[in-house]
């Protein structure tokens, strides 16, 4: 599942947003929402969303696209 206790759907997820982001940043930005949704979530899962977020926005060449959607899920 997704929103599993140790965080491995959101760091699968981050993963994937990464990898596609070259090839279609359109698409992979249209991924990011459900981490954005960190504050709905217990105090357990938050830190795991922002930092899978946190990921996203380290990756080198990150596009604009992604950029935006992530910067303004942590906003």
């Known amino acids: 599942p997704f929103h599993r206790a140790d965080g491995a759907g959101y760091a699968f997820l981050a993963k994937q947003i990464v ?6 940043p359109q698409t992979a930005a249209k991924m ?3 981490l954005g949704r960190w504050r709905r979530f ?7 969303m922002k930092a899978a977020l946190d990921r996203i926005l380290a990756a ?3 596009s604009k696209d992604v950029f935006e959607q992530a910067s303004k899920s942590l906003a």
């Open 32 to 34: 990011v929402p459900p």
């Open 19 to 24: 990898a596609l982001d070259p090839i279609n």
């Open 60 to 62: 080198p060449g990150v």
């Open 42 to 48: 217990d105090e357990r899962r938050q830190p795991l």
